[in-house]
């Protein structure tokens, strides 16, 4: 369980928060938004930590009886609200795990603290319970709701919530990260840190993902011999693809990594600023042998590839017609 201070990032919302216990602000009711990975779940746990401390400063202790208790996972001031069906909360999770229970006094620290993960599958119903709760909680009570989308609640939950939005980190920030804590080679370390988008849980899962490795090296093969390859080729590989389970946006997402350094080798001529410096050489051969305009379109074809798929058109149409622009350009 992790403390502010182990928290990469998200230095707002930490201040944010630190200030609140620190002046004796603190709201009844938080929803942390953010996608999955991006360190919610981290936040909600340092300050619920911080909050049941027994030192009562702006940073866990780590040490008192409390903080060992949040840590091992059973302080009984910290309540998790969990629910049967996989993708519902429904109306008797809310009301048996919060609102039955929310009146009983803290045991041993002054607050009591729910944590509402995937909040997002609440019901209309159990958001309408969960709202007679936040309109007169007791003193002691806070509720952190975490969610992917806090669209989904009510606006009567929301105007009562303090909400705090998680923002990507800088990809630096992921992928030193990733070279200095995790030990992880710094050429291998940007392009997890480019590709997970400033989510440094996804980065660190794809850091260890044989399946990224797999299509790593098949879609690096691929784009490499491109010029080669008929289209007979390059539509076993689009077969490899789906025979090897691997996510479709994901090899959209790294085409479009690849272009992307293309096209910033062929205006600025720095390979500082590519992402796959290891391969400085093809993508200086490609950005000298392409217009731009060639790779615009290319980037364009990808966009449109992501749009069909996305309208359920055939999987092996929308890469064939952006693989045929690929190598015309």
Known sequence: ???????????????????????????????????????????????????????????????????????????????????????????????QQMHDTIMIRPYSSYYKIYIVDEAEKMTVQAQNALLKTIEEPPSYAIIILLTTNQEAFLPTILSRCVQLKLKPLKDSVVSTYLSKTLGIAESRAEIYGAFARGNLGRAIHLASSEAFQTMHGDLLQMLKHLKEM??????????????????????????????????????????????????????????AASAYEGVELILQAIDKARIRLNANVNMELAMELMLLVMKEN
């Open 1 to 95: 369980m992790p403390g502010f201070q182990d928290i990469i990032g998200h230095e707002r919302i930490k201040e944010h928060l630190q200030k609140a216990i620190k002046f004796k602000r603190v709201s009844h009711a938080y929803i942390l938004t953010g996608e999955a990975g991006m360190g919610r779940k981290s936040l909600a746990h340092a300050f619920a930590m911080t909050l049941l401390c027994e030192k009562g400063m702006s940073e866990p202790c780590m040490q008192c009886h409390a903080c060992k208790q949040v840590m091992s996972g059973n302080n009984p001031d910290l309540l998790f609200v969990n629910h049967e069906k996989p993708n519902s909360i429904g109306v008797d999770d809310i009301r």
């Open 230 to 287: 008929d289209i007979m080729e390059l539509l076993y590989y689009i077969k490899k693809i789906k025979d090897d389970n691997q996510d479709l946006y994901d090899c959209l997402d790294f085409m479009q990594l690849w272009y992307r350094d293309v096209l910033m080798y062929k205006v600025t001529q720095d390979i500082n600023l590519l992402v796959f410096k290891e391969e400085f050489n093809t993508i200086k051969e490609m950005s």
